[in-house]
């Protein structure tokens, strides 16, 4: 029988590329491909790519040419590139990148086999009416005792920064029985914690045997999966947080106490401008919604800082918003003006002002973070075992508030959710003993 073929995948930006990764590799498998950690011994590299801030889309570029002595060495080489940058410039890279074979936008994914067996370049951009994922093989490969499940993809809500509603296109959820035969699937198959994902996953309303379904109703429909002891989703829009959904935080054991909602500034002007649609004050009042529902809730957020217009003042006013809340995490990015978006018309912050507001709001949220961490401490939690830890005996895992946590533990096993105490509070992680 002759070798299978090699398939190599660099995997750039969200979650959602990440579970698009795993699917197209097992669409190449049923084609004969298995994966390798090493490009130099591919038959077929794929770029799965993000568009969301400059430096992100260049390194496409970059990581292209250095696969140009690849290519050379090995014509037969194929070079696909997948994800957002394949949709927002598919022309772009064939024209300066004659290496590439196959360009494929995120939603057209299911096409890849076909594009792969035919010879010459490919390009396939197209927003389907049907969506990939109904067409793509089922989910087969063994799995970890985590995983991802893309329920509703796309965005509607135009914020005037953002590339995603023109990369990916409208906001499209998928149907309840098909979400719910994905996730038994994956719990036959070892998983114990889902996390939903959708470019604005909370505005998710897929169709269902009794109408529609909002997350809420979708989560605790999940809820009722034997096995599946974990639930999270992300990323949220504050302003698609209904009261369901927020009541689904106290009901469902389930559902970790942990939640992702960017909210990217705290000046009500800047908001405007970013066509966010809703206050710092009205965010205010949705953590204390969200609080009221889940007291022990762990909250973590994206700024963005040097938004066009920016003033000092509107910096306090966000530095302001992250002592009023406290999160346990946040991202922090500095603006990137991004083609065709309508903020990239304005006139920017100085690179020195961005730069400077970056590091004060970084600063702000390392130590509400680490405060976040040390007050973990003596407290008893759920950890779910992904691998063995570096030192004999200790097993890692994630804590019910997203911590990566050490544990001793000799007789833990991967997939075990146990009970623990956590004992000291380092840099990145909690150490813990295991409890009962
Ligand atoms: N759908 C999600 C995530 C979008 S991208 C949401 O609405 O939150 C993730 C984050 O990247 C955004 O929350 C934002 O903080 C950041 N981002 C998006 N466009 C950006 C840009 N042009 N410059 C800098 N950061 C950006
Ligand atoms: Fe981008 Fe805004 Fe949509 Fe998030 S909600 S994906 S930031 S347009
Ligand atoms: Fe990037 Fe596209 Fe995700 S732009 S953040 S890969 S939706």
New binding site residues.
């Given amino acids: 029988m002759a070798d299978p073929k090699k398939l190599f995948i660099k995997t750039y930006g969200?979650q959602m590329n990440v579970y698009d990764s795993e699917r197209m590799a097992e669409a190449m498998g049923a084609e004969g491909y298995v994966l390798t950690e090493a490009a130099e011994e591919a038959d077929m590299v794929l770029l799965n790519t993000c568009h969301?801030?400059e430096k992100a889309s260049e390194k496409l570029f970059s990581d292209l040419g250095r696969l140009k002595p690849l290519k050379q060495a090995k014509p037969e080489l194929k070079i696909g590139v997948a994800g957002c940058v394949a949709q927002a410039e598919g022309d772009e890279i064939l024209r300066r990148m004659p290496l590439v074979d196959i360009v494929v936008g995120p939603q057209a994914y299911h096409r890849l086999p076909e594009m792969a067996r035919a010879n010459g370049q490919a390009v396939d951009t197209d927003f389907p009416e049907e969506m990939k994922f109904d067409r793509l093989p089922e989910r087969k490969a063994p799995r970890g005792p985590t995983a991802f499940l893309t329920v509703q993809e796309g965005?509607d809500?135009f914020?005037a920064?953002?590339?995603?509603p023109y990369t990916r296109g409208a906001e499209v959820s998928r149907p309840v029985d098909r979400i719910l035969t994905e996730a038994r699937g994956l719990v036959e198959r070892g998983v114990r914690e889902l996390t939903l994902l959708g470019?604005?996953v909370n505005a998710y309303h897929g169709a269902g045997a009794s109408g529609d379904y909002t997350l809420g109703r979708l989560l605790r429909e999940m809820a009722r999966i034997d096995g599946l002891e974990r639930l999270r989703y992300t990323?949220?829009?504050p302003n698609d947080m209904d009261d369901d959904l927020i009541a689904a935080h106290g009901d469902l054991p389930q559902l970790m106490p942990y939640l992702h909602l960017?909210v990217?500034s705290g000046a009500d002007r800047i908001l405007k401008a970013m066509n966010r649609k809703h206050t710092a004050e009205q965010y205010l009042r949705l953590v204390e919604r969200i609080r009221a529902a889940r007291p022990d809730i762990l909250l973590s957020s994206?700024?963005?800082v040097g938004f066009p217009g920016e003033t000092d003042a509107d910096h306090q006013a966000t530095l302001d918003l992250v002592r009023a809340v406290g999160f346990g995490a946040a991202?922090t990015?500095?603006?990137?003006?991004?083609p065709g978006?309508p903020?990239a018309e304005k006139p920017p912050v100085p690179t020195e002002v961005a730069d400077a507001r970056l590091y004060e709001l970084q600063a702000l949220i390392t130590e509400q973070q680490r405060a976040a961490q040390d007050a973990m401490v003596g407290r008893e939690v759920g950890v779910l075992y992904e691998k063995p830890g570096r030192l004999a005996g200790q097993m890692v895992g994630k804590s019910d508030h997203l911590h990566a946590v050490h544990v001793t533990d000799p007789e833990g096993r991967v997939g075990e959710l146990v009970r623990v105490r956590i004992s000291a509070s380092a840099t990145n992680s909690l150490a813990a003993v295991r409890v009962g």
């Fill in positions: 969200c969301i801030r965005c809500k914020c920064f953002c590339v995603v470019q604005n990323t949220s829009h960017p990217q994206d700024f963005i991202f990015f500095k603006y990137s003006a991004r978006t903020a």
